[in-house]
């Protein structure tokens, strides 16, 4: 039987979608250790148009030493699998906001969409080598003043679980990045190095958290 390719391989947990819930931390997934960070990035419009569209095109991973390798997904899988619904705070689907600016980040990568697909490449050994992880985007947050999207892992991850980048603006003009995950190790040998997987997610979240906390490198988006 032939492999299949990376964009019919279905996401590796059940509960999709699990990191919008509010009771996440009362209620998490059977078996899956919930974990979310919040931190603020700066203040203005310029500085929340440049975060969400960086979040938008991977730019955080980007930002935090990860590869990301863009794979192809049909169109017609996507439309027809994935709805493209913006969800509120609670985790209710909205009419997403009409986006009048460009599509793409600054270094011209597609903003994501629900069902895109990537291999994230984790460094290890000072980027000797790298652990190619795949993911799906599952959901995507699309509000005037909050935006973001999450992806699900495909087999082939160390782990298995959600996780949610988004980036929002308060009433004070504050911007701020959430980050939420569910995770557990996704095979017995990822078990075994479950440790290391935690210190691995606690780096990354922290650099995560400071990736879209630097000088805007490029004018906001009009």
Request: no cysteine.
């Amino acid at each position: 039987m032939a492999e299949q390719e990376l964009w019919q391989r279905p996401v590796t947990y059940a509960a999709v979608g699990a990191t919008q819930a509010a009771d996440l931390f009362t209620y998490p997934p059977e078996g899956f250790r919930p974990m979310s960070r919040r931190a603020r990035i700066g203040h203005g419009d310029a500085r929340f148009q440049w975060a969400w569209a960086e979040t938008m095109s991977w730019g955080i991973q980007k930002r935090s030493g990860f590869g990301v390798e863009l794979t192809s997904t049909p169109r017609e899988v996507v439309e027809q699998t994935y709805s493209p619904l913006a969800f509120d705070g609670d985790g209710a689907p909205v009419a997403p906001s009409a986006r009048e600016s460009a599509m793409f980040g600054s270094d011209g990568t597609p903003f994501v969409v629900p069902g895109d697909t990537a291999y994230l490449v984790i460094p290890v050994l000072g980027g000797l080598w790298g652990i190619k992880s795949p993911a799906r985007v599952v959901y995507v947050v699309d509000e005037p003043n909050r935006k973001g999207f999450a992806y699900g892992t495909l087999p082939g991850h160390p782990e298995s679980g959600e996780e949610s980048f988004i980036v929002d603006q308060t009433e004070d003009g504050s911007v701020w990045l959430t980050i939420t995950a569910i995770s557990r190790p996704s095979s017995w040998f990822w078990w075994m190095l479950a440790p290391v997987l935690r210190l691995f997610q606690e780096y990354y979240t922290r650099r995560y958290l400071r990736a879209l906390a630097g000088p805007i490198s490029v004018p906001a988006t009009e």
